[in-house]
């Protein structure tokens, strides 16, 4: 069949649509359909169900109404009786649809315009999902692109095939940006809304300063230098820590380049932001010393649980420690993930001696000793009336000056104490109304009991439904500040693991969980652990360089 001149017209359109939109043309004929059966349907009535199909090869329209075959004839527009349906489609079973072909459709202004509207809309929603389809897995990479506009101080990026935004609190400050300026940025989310892919881009991002480094040094490209962790405050200082995993290569030294270029083609695209290279080690006090660079540190105590680690230096040193606003101390604590706690010598030196008179007082009053006893108690490494009164006598009697009557009765005067305050705080548990059942539990003590009434946890359900942070409180960042958040076990020292412990075991108690559950999800983990383990052993065996 001969292809008229109007349907040789339609197939170009949709193939120059198809070509500059750089979408599939198959997309632009289906739009095209959906503009016919619309205009179609506008002309033979609302309700009537039109079909509209074009064939992508010769152009010809063909026109349908569709009739869905029911027992019950209800609407005249579109269903048709099963009898009348029998005689057209000896086939023809309920629910089926029946095609009936309809006559050639003479577009009028007004249908034109209509069917005109359809197709740019589709075409727009097609070019949309190829543009996010394109940049959703980009997330992570660096982009160039032209500054489009600027609008309220957001940066309107076109990036060819798509636009991208910058944010106002994205961009460096004191960064200035107009019409036509080139721009490079970092995409760090891209989401499917209403109005179109909406790309993302940042200039503040920490992983903006890794990915830039790793354009300028070939070792972290190549998979030689790994980076650990970024922290920066944009436009004024940044630290990135960095380990090798060839031993004849210096991580810090190939980062910094031939008189610093490397890092200074950073630096120059950061707007002179300064920018400490630290080298990572595994041991967390040697690269948090690091991290406090330039300040040097006298000593270091570390709480694991807590990720909590204290610092010591020097008087002088303070300062530069610190860093400032405290910027020093706060890059140093969002690079390694610790919260970092700097005291001088001197302040070390009176907060040990207020420890040492807190604990004095607390034997010469739970003890009913004089303030030499006590000095003595706590000098030996005593903390608590627990210690003394469940160690080992000889250790107390070994004491210069204690002979075993002595110690004794110390750990004697001590049991009774902590018998006394067992009983005030059974009698107080009773009054709150906390059930026995919760003393089963492995790990809690009448005093945690008390704890627990106060804050209205009273029976093993309540305890049950206890989140572990509830228990030990948790962290959060806040402006790049820790803020930390007590639970009801914070005052007992409570471990992370140990709350998990109680936790399951209260829920195993209320019949929450089972034991077949718990030992599936060993199981689980311990496939997943090996499987790590195995990742790192072939990533240990490969070459330096290497692809993963």
């Given at each position: 069949?001969?292809?008229?001149?109007?349907?040789?017209?339609?197939?170009?359109?949709?193939?120059?649509?198809?070509?500059?939109?750089?979408?599939?043309?198959?997309?632009?004929?289906?739009?095209?359909?959906?503009?016919?059966?619309?205009?179609?349907?506008?002309?033979?009535?609302?309700?009537?169900?039109?079909?509209?199909?074009?064939?992508?090869?010769?152009?010809?329209?063909?026109?349908?109404?569709?009739?869905?075959v029911v027992e019950e004839l209800e609407n005249t527009d579109n269903q048709i009786a099963f009898e009348d349906a029998r005689a057209k489609n000896p086939d023809a079973q309920i629910g089926d649809f029946i095609a009936e072909p309809l006559p050639p459709l003479d577009f009028g202004r007004i249908a034109a315009q209509s069917a005109k509207q359809v197709i740019v809309q589709k075409v727009?929603?097609?070019?949309?999902?190829?543009?996010?389809?394109?940049?959703?897995?980009?997330?992570?990479?660096?982009?160039?692109?032209?500054?489009?506009?600027?609008?309220?101080?957001?940066?309107?990026?076109?990036?060819?095939?798509?636009?991208?935004?910058?944010?106002?609190?994205?961009?460096?400050?004191?960064?200035?940006?107009?019409?036509?300026?080139?721009?490079?940025?970092?995409?760090?989310?891209?989401?499917?809304?209403?109005?179109?892919?909406?790309?993302?881009?940042?200039?503040?991002?920490?992983?903006?300063?890794?990915?830039?480094?790793?354009?300028?040094?070939?070792?972290?490209?190549?998979?030689?230098?790994?980076?650990?962790?970024?922290?920066?405050?944009?436009?004024?200082?940044?630290?990135?820590?960095?380990?090798?995993?060839?031993?004849?290569?210096?991580?810090?030294?190939?980062?910094?380049?031939?008189?610093?270029?490397?890092?200074?083609?950073?630096?120059?695209?950061?707007?002179?932001?300064?920018?400490?290279?630290?080298?990572?080690?595994?041991?967390?006090?040697?690269?948090?010393?690091?991290?406090?660079?330039?300040?040097?540190?006298?000593?270091?105590?570390?709480?694991?649980?807590?990720?909590?680690?204290?610092?010591?230096?020097?008087?002088?040193?303070?300062?530069?420690?610190?860093?400032?606003?405290?910027?020093?101390?706060?890059?140093?604590?969002?690079?390694?993930?610790?919260?970092?706690?700097?005291?001088?010598?001197?302040?070390?030196?009176?907060?040990?001696?207020?420890?040492?008179?807190?604990?004095?007082?607390?034997?010469?009053?739970?003890?009913?000793?004089?303030?030499?006893?006590?000095?003595?108690?706590?000098?030996?490494?005593?903390?608590?009336?627990?210690?003394?009164?469940?160690?080992?006598?000889?250790?107390?009697?070994?004491?210069?000056?204690?002979?075993?009557?002595?110690?004794?009765?110390?750990?004697?005067?001590?049991?009774?104490?902590?018998?006394?305050?067992?009983?005030?705080?059974?009698?107080?548990?009773?009054?709150?109304?906390?059930?026995?059942?919760?003393?089963?539990?492995?790990?809690?003590?009448?005093?945690?009991?008390?704890?627990?009434?106060?804050?209205?946890?009273?029976?093993?359900?309540?305890?049950?439904?206890?989140?572990?942070?509830?228990?030990?409180?948790?962290?959060?960042?806040?402006?790049?500040?820790?803020?930390?958040?007590?639970?009801?076990?914070?005052?007992?020292?409570?471990?992370?693991?140990?709350?998990?412990?109680?936790?399951?075991?209260?829920?195993?108690?209320?019949?929450?969980?089972?034991?077949?559950?718990?030992?599936?999800?060993?199981?689980?983990?311990?496939?997943?652990?090996?499987?790590?383990?195995?990742?790192?052993?072939?990533?240990?065996?490969?070459?330096?360089?290497?692809?993963?």
């Amino acid at each position: 069949m001969a292809v008229s001149a109007n349907k040789l017209e339609l197939l170009q359109i949709a193939d120059a649509v198809a070509r500059e939109k750089l979408i599939d043309k198959e997309i632009v004929i289906g739009a095209m359909a959906d503009a016919i059966q619309k205009a179609a349907k506008s002309r033979y009535g609302q309700e009537t169900n039109v079909r509209a199909d074009i064939n992508a090869k010769t152009g010809e329209i063909k026109l349908q109404r569709l009739m869905e075959v029911v027992e019950e004839l209800e609407n005249t527009d579109n269903q048709i009786a099963f009898e009348d349906a029998r005689a057209k489609n000896p086939d023809a079973q309920i629910g089926d649809f029946i095609a009936e072909p309809l006559p050639p459709l003479d577009f009028g202004r007004i249908a034109a315009q209509s069917a005109k509207q359809v197709i740019v809309q589709k075409v727009r929603e097609a070019e949309r999902d190829k543009q996010y389809e394109e940049f959703k897995d980009r997330v992570g990479e660096i982009v160039n692109g032209t500054v489009k506009r600027v609008e309220y101080g957001n940066v309107v990026v076109d990036l060819g095939r798509g636009e991208g935004i910058i944010r106002r609190d994205e961009l460096i400050p004191r960064e200035m940006y107009r019409y036509g300026d080139r721009v490079r940025a970092f995409i760090y989310d891209v989401r499917r809304e209403q109005r179109g892919p909406q790309i993302f881009l940042s200039r503040t991002h920490p992983q903006f300063m890794a990915k830039l480094f790793q354009m300028e040094v070939p070792e972290i490209y190549d998979g030689i230098i790994e980076i650990k962790s970024v922290a920066r405050d944009p436009g004024s200082r940044a630290k990135i820590a960095v380990i090798s995993r060839d031993s004849a290569i210096d991580p810090v030294g190939a980062c910094v380049g031939m008189r610093g270029s490397r890092v200074q083609a950073v630096v120059g695209e950061l707007q002179g932001e300064k920018i400490d290279i630290i080298p990572w080690q595994p041991d967390a006090a040697s690269f948090i010393v690091n991290a406090l660079q330039p300040a040097e540190v006298a000593k270091v105590v570390l709480d694991e649980d807590a990720e909590r680690i204290e610092v010591v230096v020097p008087d002088e040193q303070l300062s530069l420690a610190i860093g400032r606003r405290g910027q020093n101390v706060r890059l140093a604590s969002q690079l390694t993930g610790w919260d970092i706690d700097i005291l001088t010598e001197d302040e070390e030196s009176a907060r040990r001696q207020k420890e040492f008179t807190e604990r004095t007082q607390l034997f010469m009053e739970a003890l009913d000793v004089d303030e030499m006893v006590g000095q003595v108690l706590a000098s030996e490494g005593f903390s608590s009336i627990e210690e003394v009164a469940y160690v080992d006598a000889e250790e107390v009697s070994s004491i210069e000056g204690f002979d075993e009557d002595t110690a004794a009765e110390i750990q004697t005067r001590a049991r009774e104490y902590l018998e006394r305050i067992e009983a005030e705080n059974d009698a107080k548990r009773i009054e709150l109304g906390v059930v026995d059942e919760i003393r089963e539990i492995p790990g809690v003590t009448t005093a945690m009991m008390v704890a627990l009434g106060e804050d209205g946890v009273k029976t093993m359900e309540d305890f049950a439904g206890c989140a572990v942070d509830d228990l030990v409180g948790w962290r959060e960042r806040v402006e790049g500040e820790t803020k930390i958040h007590d639970g009801i076990f914070t005052p007992f020292g409570t471990t992370r693991a140990e709350a998990e412990e109680m936790v399951l075991s209260a829920r195993l108690t209320v019949g929450w969980i089972t034991e077949e559950d718990l030992a599936a999800e060993y199981e689980e983990e311990g496939a997943e652990l090996a499987e790590g383990a195995e990742a790192v052993a072939a990533d240990a065996d490969a070459p330096a360089g290497a692809p993963a």
